[in-house]
């Protein structure tokens, strides 16, 4: 396993975002909302801040996940899931909730509310071809493979 050392800002009064196990691949990270909470009503969306603000190395990304609890309890997600942190930005990481449930929500400060995933990637160069590699599945798309 890989460790990586990451710059980090952190203008929240919250801890940095931590793994909750040995084992896990996200960290958590939480709502900084100093002016008080934010309500989500059904199909609401809003952009929450926290404070944190980082420096990737080159050939790295963050990705911000909704947290599994959230979702199933509360029906909150994030719009853009993963959302994508380049390893250029510099700005305030904020995460974008949705409440895709039938009640109303409200996001305190320090909630728990995203996972953040630091990974690595690969940039591609287009080789333009005429025709691709044949496979079995060939052009099959969604449910070709049957639903069993």
């Avoid at 199909?43 to 979702?71: D, F, K, V």
């Avoid at 994508?84 to 320090?110: H, K």
Wanted: hydrophobic residues 35%; proline residues 7%; contains cysteine.
């Amino acid at each position: 396993m890989e460790h990586l050392q990451v710059k980090i800002i952190n203008r929240s009064h919250h801890p940095l975002p931590q793994y909750a196990t040995p084992e896990s691949a996200g960290m958590d990270v939480r709502a900084y909302l100093p002016d008080g909470p934010v309500t989500l009503k059904p199909l609401q969306r809003a952009l929450i801040p926290t404070g944190l603000y980082i420096q990737l190395p080159a050939g790295h990304e963050c990705q911000m996940r909704p947290r599994s609890g959230l979702a199933l309890r509360h029906g909150i997600s994030l719009v853009n899931t993963p959302g994508t942190v380049d390893a250029d930005y510099r700005g305030e990481i904020g995460i974008i909730l949705i409440n895709l449930s039938n009640e109303t929500f409200v996001v305190n400060d320090g909630e728990r509310i995203a996972q953040m995933v630091i990974t690595d990637y690969t940039r591609v160069s287009w080789q333009p071809v005429e025709r691709l590699d044949h496979t079995v599945r060939g052009d099959g798309a969604f449910g070709h493979t049957g639903v069993n």
